[in-house]
Antibody, heavy 116, light 114 residues
Framework: EVQLVQSGAEVRQPGATVKISCKVS????????IHWVQQAPGKGLEWMGL????????IYAEKFQGRVTIAADTSTDTVYMELYSLTSEDTAVYYC?????????WGQGTLVTVSS | DIVLTQSPDSLAVSLGERATINCKSS????????????LAWYQQKPGQPPKLLIY???TRESGVPDRFSGSGSGTDFTLTITSLQTEDVAVYYC??????????FGPGTKVHIK
């Protein structure tokens, strides 16, 4: 069974950094891209970027370029997303999802709250 | 960058009636070498991650009821729900995966019962 299990909710102060994990199972890690998607409260889906765990190639959305890092650990089949210089606008649920075309399996989401 | 727009923003449909959602892309997402449209549709219910319904514009994901169908090509696409059920109340998003630099989503269409 394919599963993407994300780490738990986080609370950070403005200016801080958050790192979220997405552990996958049930398929060959290197066969699928892993994407990260942001969803602010009551808002739509915003694609942040992806990683190809097969070769560690990353692509970031222009909006998040320079403020996000996505990395993969092939020893644990886990992908990490690190978001820097947090502001209140980064308060959102963050999802990981896998694809080799459309994104077919998604993690359960991780709520990040940015508040002083 | 490819921009997706959806219409309407919100849709009220009676149970058992048809719901039609449109998605327009700022540029073609049709890839002629493989004759495929790089367009997907997702359903999202409150508190849940999005669920893939349709990919390649018209291929239904395994387990998705056949009342959901996708059509269109190039820049104009449609998601149709025939005979709307209570459990179909959700927000529906289109997404393009043609551009390998940015996998953009549409703004979403909220479907509710009239």
């Amino acid at each position: 069974e394919v599963q993407l299990v994300q780490s738990g909710a986080e609370v950070r102060q403005p200016g801080a950094t958050v790192k979220i994990s997405c552990k996958v199972s049930g398929y060959t890690f290197s066969d699928y891209y892993i994407h990260w998607v942001q969803q602010a409260p009551g808002k739509g889906l915003e694609w942040m970027g992806l990683i190809d765990p097969g070769d560690d190639e990353t692509i970031y959305a222009e909006k998040f370029q320079g403020r996000v890092t996505i990395a993969a650990d092939t020893s644990t089949d886990t992908v990490y997303m690190e978001l820097y210089s947090l502001t209140s606008e980064d308060t959102a649920v963050y999802y990981c999802a896998r694809s080799n075309s459309a994104t077919d399996y998604w993690g359960q989401g991780t709520l990040v709250t940015v508040s002083s | 960058d490819i921009v997706l727009t959806q219409s309407p923003d919100s849709l009220a449909v009676s149970l058992g009636e048809r719901a039609t959602i449109n998605c327009k892309s700022s540029q073609s997402v049709f890839h002629s070498p493989n004759n495929k449209n790089y367009l997907a549709w997702y359903q999202q219910k409150p508190g849940q991650p999005p669920k893939l319904l349709i990919y390649w514009a018209s291929t239904r994901e395994s387990g998705v009821p056949d009342r959901f169908s996708g059509s269109g090509s190039g820049t104009d696409f449609t998601l149709t729900i025939t005979s709307l059920q209570t459990e179909d109340v959700a927000v529906y998003y289109c997404q393009q995966y043609f551009s390998t630099r940015e996998f953009t989503f549409g703004p979403g269409t909220k479907v509710h019962i009239k």
